[in-house]
Protein backbone atom coordinates (compact mmCIF):
# COMPACT_ATOMS: atom_id res chain seq x y z
CA UNK A 1 0.00 0.00 0.00
CA UNK A 2 1.25 3.41 -1.28
CA UNK A 3 0.09 6.68 0.70
CA UNK A 4 0.81 9.96 -1.08
CA UNK A 5 -0.88 13.29 0.02
CA UNK A 6 -1.45 15.27 -3.03
CA UNK A 7 -2.51 18.26 -1.04
CA UNK A 8 -3.94 19.34 2.63
CA UNK A 9 -7.31 17.89 1.72
CA UNK A 10 -6.53 15.46 -0.78
CA UNK A 11 -4.48 11.88 -0.43
CA UNK A 12 -4.08 9.54 -3.02
CA UNK A 13 -3.72 5.68 -1.78
CA UNK A 14 -2.63 3.06 -4.15
CA UNK A 15 -3.64 -0.52 -3.19
CA UNK A 16 -2.15 -3.92 -4.07
CA UNK A 17 -4.20 -7.10 -3.46
CA UNK A 18 -2.88 -8.14 -0.61
CA UNK A 19 -3.72 -5.40 0.81
CA UNK A 20 -7.34 -5.46 -0.58
CA UNK A 21 -7.74 -9.11 0.78
CA UNK A 22 -5.82 -7.38 4.68
CA UNK A 23 -8.77 -4.85 4.05
CA UNK A 24 -11.82 -6.71 2.81
CA UNK A 25 -12.19 -4.50 -0.15
CA UNK A 26 -14.32 -5.80 -3.02
CA UNK A 27 -15.91 -2.92 -5.10
CA UNK A 28 -17.11 -5.36 -7.61
CA UNK A 29 -20.16 -6.23 -4.96
CA UNK A 30 -21.21 -2.48 -4.27
CA UNK A 31 -22.04 -1.62 -0.65
CA UNK A 32 -21.50 -4.32 2.00
CA UNK A 33 -20.71 -4.26 6.12
CA UNK A 34 -17.21 -5.86 6.21
CA UNK A 35 -16.02 -3.26 2.32
CA UNK A 36 -17.35 -0.22 5.20
CA UNK A 37 -15.23 -2.02 8.41
CA UNK A 38 -12.22 -2.86 6.16
CA UNK A 39 -12.68 1.10 4.72
CA UNK A 40 -13.34 2.47 8.20
CA UNK A 41 -9.60 0.02 9.54
CA UNK A 42 -8.13 1.96 6.06
CA UNK A 43 -8.83 5.77 7.26
CA UNK A 44 -7.46 4.77 10.16
CA UNK A 45 -4.22 3.86 9.13
CA UNK A 46 -4.17 6.60 6.53
CA UNK A 47 -5.53 9.15 9.11
CA UNK A 48 -1.96 7.84 11.44
CA UNK A 49 0.32 8.21 8.63
CA UNK A 50 -1.45 12.09 7.50
CA UNK A 51 -1.65 13.08 10.58
CA UNK A 52 -5.82 13.62 10.09
CA UNK A 53 -8.32 14.05 12.96
CA UNK A 54 -11.13 11.66 12.94
CA UNK A 55 -13.65 13.27 14.85
CA UNK A 56 -13.42 17.40 12.93
CA UNK A 57 -13.36 15.59 9.16
CA UNK A 58 -15.37 14.86 6.39
CA UNK A 59 -14.25 12.26 4.36
CA UNK A 60 -15.14 11.61 0.37
CA UNK A 61 -13.56 8.31 -0.80
CA UNK A 62 -13.32 7.50 -4.90
CA UNK A 63 -12.04 4.02 -5.38
CA UNK A 64 -10.75 3.47 -9.44
CA UNK A 65 -10.45 -0.29 -9.09
CA UNK A 66 -7.73 -1.67 -11.48
CA UNK A 67 -7.85 -5.64 -12.17
CA UNK A 68 -6.85 -7.02 -8.23
CA UNK A 69 -5.65 -3.29 -7.25
CA UNK A 70 -7.32 -0.36 -6.86
CA UNK A 71 -6.53 3.17 -6.26
CA UNK A 72 -8.44 5.42 -3.51
CA UNK A 73 -8.76 9.07 -3.59
CA UNK A 74 -10.01 10.18 -0.23
CA UNK A 75 -10.90 14.12 0.16
CA UNK A 76 -10.73 15.39 3.60
CA UNK A 77 -13.15 18.57 4.61
CA UNK A 78 -13.55 19.94 7.83
CA UNK A 79 -16.86 19.31 9.43
CA UNK A 80 -19.11 22.59 9.92
CA UNK A 81 -20.65 23.17 12.96
CA UNK A 82 -24.38 21.84 12.39
CA UNK A 83 -26.96 25.04 12.91
CA UNK A 84 -29.69 24.07 15.62
CA UNK A 85 -32.82 24.94 15.12
CA UNK A 86 -35.42 26.41 18.13
CA UNK A 87 -38.86 25.06 17.42
CA UNK A 88 -41.15 28.29 18.34
CA UNK A 89 -44.40 28.03 20.15
CA UNK A 90 -46.97 28.26 17.59
CA UNK A 91 -49.01 31.77 17.96
CA UNK A 92 -52.91 31.51 17.60
CA UNK A 93 -55.45 33.76 17.91
CA UNK A 94 -59.00 33.84 17.72
CA UNK A 95 -61.65 34.08 14.89
CA UNK A 96 -65.02 34.46 14.59
CA UNK A 97 -66.35 33.42 11.35
CA UNK A 98 -69.78 34.49 10.06
CA UNK A 99 -71.93 33.19 7.29
CA UNK A 100 -73.53 35.96 5.82
CA UNK A 101 -73.81 39.89 6.03
CA UNK A 102 -76.93 39.08 8.03
CA UNK A 103 -75.55 37.39 11.29
CA UNK A 104 -73.23 40.31 11.41
CA UNK A 105 -75.75 43.43 11.67
CA UNK A 106 -77.93 40.87 13.79
CA UNK A 107 -74.52 40.94 16.23
CA UNK A 108 -74.33 45.38 15.85
CA UNK A 109 -69.93 44.61 16.22
CA UNK A 110 -70.62 48.72 17.56
CA UNK A 111 -71.30 47.19 20.99
CA UNK A 112 -68.55 44.66 21.08
CA UNK A 113 -66.32 45.66 24.73
CA UNK A 114 -62.98 44.62 22.43
CA UNK A 115 -61.37 45.84 19.59
CA UNK A 116 -61.22 44.01 16.47
CA UNK A 117 -60.49 44.17 12.34
CA UNK A 118 -63.11 42.84 10.38
CA UNK A 119 -62.24 41.82 6.58
CA UNK A 120 -63.78 39.99 3.73
CA UNK A 121 -61.97 37.02 2.24
CA UNK A 122 -65.12 34.62 1.36
CA UNK A 123 -66.99 35.71 3.83
CA UNK A 124 -66.72 37.58 7.19
CA UNK A 125 -63.85 37.41 9.87
CA UNK A 126 -63.91 39.37 13.20
CA UNK A 127 -60.03 38.85 14.45
CA UNK A 128 -60.11 40.31 17.88
CA UNK A 129 -57.31 42.08 19.43
CA UNK A 130 -56.74 39.99 22.12
CA UNK A 131 -57.76 36.34 23.60
CA UNK A 132 -61.42 36.25 24.23
CA UNK A 133 -62.95 35.17 27.40
CA UNK A 134 -65.52 32.64 27.05
CA UNK A 135 -68.19 35.15 27.92
CA UNK A 136 -67.61 36.31 25.21
CA UNK A 137 -66.81 33.34 22.94
CA UNK A 138 -69.99 32.25 23.92
CA UNK A 139 -71.57 35.73 22.55
CA UNK A 140 -69.99 35.15 19.27
CA UNK A 141 -70.50 32.05 18.53
CA UNK A 142 -74.73 32.99 18.75
CA UNK A 143 -74.19 34.94 15.72
CA UNK A 144 -71.08 32.93 13.78
CA UNK A 145 -68.53 30.12 14.54
CA UNK A 146 -65.53 30.76 17.20
CA UNK A 147 -62.15 29.24 16.07
CA UNK A 148 -58.53 29.79 16.39
CA UNK A 149 -56.71 30.67 13.67
CA UNK A 150 -52.22 29.92 13.48
CA UNK A 151 -50.05 32.95 12.40
CA UNK A 152 -50.12 31.98 9.24
CA UNK A 153 -53.77 31.55 8.30
CA UNK A 154 -54.10 35.12 9.87
CA UNK A 155 -51.39 36.67 7.66
CA UNK A 156 -53.14 35.28 4.89
CA UNK A 157 -56.37 36.52 5.45
CA UNK A 158 -54.69 40.21 6.63
CA UNK A 159 -53.08 40.19 2.81
CA UNK A 160 -55.42 38.76 0.75
CA UNK A 161 -58.54 39.62 2.47
CA UNK A 162 -60.11 43.30 2.06
CA UNK A 163 -60.25 45.12 5.46
CA UNK A 164 -63.74 46.48 6.17
CA UNK A 165 -63.63 48.28 9.89
CA UNK A 166 -61.13 48.37 12.44
CA UNK A 167 -62.25 49.38 15.91
CA UNK A 168 -60.01 50.42 18.66
CA UNK A 169 -60.16 48.80 22.37
CA UNK A 170 -62.44 50.81 24.71
CA UNK A 171 -60.17 52.88 27.72
CA UNK A 172 -61.34 51.97 30.98
CA UNK A 173 -62.60 54.63 32.77
CA UNK A 174 -60.57 55.63 36.45
CA UNK A 175 -63.00 54.13 39.08
CA UNK A 176 -65.45 52.17 36.68
CA UNK A 177 -66.20 48.70 36.33
CA UNK A 178 -64.48 48.48 33.25
CA UNK A 179 -67.44 46.52 31.43
CA UNK A 180 -69.60 47.63 29.15
CA UNK A 181 -72.18 44.90 29.86
Known amino acids: MTVEQLSEGTILV ?5 DMARYALDFTHGDNAAARRGLTRLLCRVGEECGLKKSDSSYLIEA ?13 RPV ?5 WRIKRE ?8 ADTDALIALDPSRLPFGYEL ?16 RLS ?12 SAVELAR ?8 AVKE ?13
Request: with cysteine.
Open 14 to 18: ALEPD
Open 64 to 76: LPAGDSALLIISV
Open 80 to 84: RPRRR
Open 91 to 98: RRCDVCRF
Open 119 to 134: YDCGGYRMIPDRPLPP
Open 138 to 149: ALLSEYGTVGTL
Open 157 to 164: IREYGRLI
Open 169 to 181: APRRRPGGSGSLW
